[in-house]
Nanobody, 124 residues
Framework: QLQLVESGGGLVQPGGSLRLSCVVS????????IGWFRQAPGKEREGVSC????????TYADSVKGRFTISRDNAENTVYLQMNGLKPEDTAVYSC?????????????????WGQGTQVTVSS
């Protein structure tokens, strides 16, 4: 059973940066595409970014393009989300998810395994 654990969330001022980590256990990360999602109170879950199993393909939501960068270290079984230029509207619980295979998607339904999430709050 694949398990995902997120970390790195916190409180940051507008314009600040955070790096989220998603550590995967229970299987090698090599076989899985990973997506980052976020959900703010009262809103639907939103796909933020995703990366293919090889790392060769990445996708970003328009709202974060140019500010967020996804990367992966398969040797460390970890996927990262570097978030720069944070805005108050980025405030949400951020979760990572895994899907076995070579595709990528920002659709939550594409993913089979989910972490519990980490809170990101952007406020002055």
């Amino acid at each position: 059973q694949l398990q995902l654990v997120e970390s790195g969330g916190g409180l940051v001022q507008p314009g600040g940066s955070l790096r989220l980590s998603c550590v995967v256990s229970g299987s090698t990360l090599d076989y899985y595409a990973i997506g980052w999602f976020r959900q703010a109170p009262g809103k639907e879950r939103e796909g933020v970014s995703c990366i293919s199993s090889s790392g060769g393909r990445t996708t970003y939501a328009d709202s974060v393009k140019g500010r967020f960068t996804i990367s992966r270290d398969n040797a460390e079984n970890t996927v990262y989300l570097q978030m720069n230029g944070l805005k108050p509207e980025d405030t949400a619980v951020y979760s990572c998810a895994a899907a076995r295979g070579r595709g990528v998607s920002l659709r939550p339904g594409y993913y089979d395994y989910w972490g519990q999430g980490t809170q990101v709050t952007v406020s002055s």
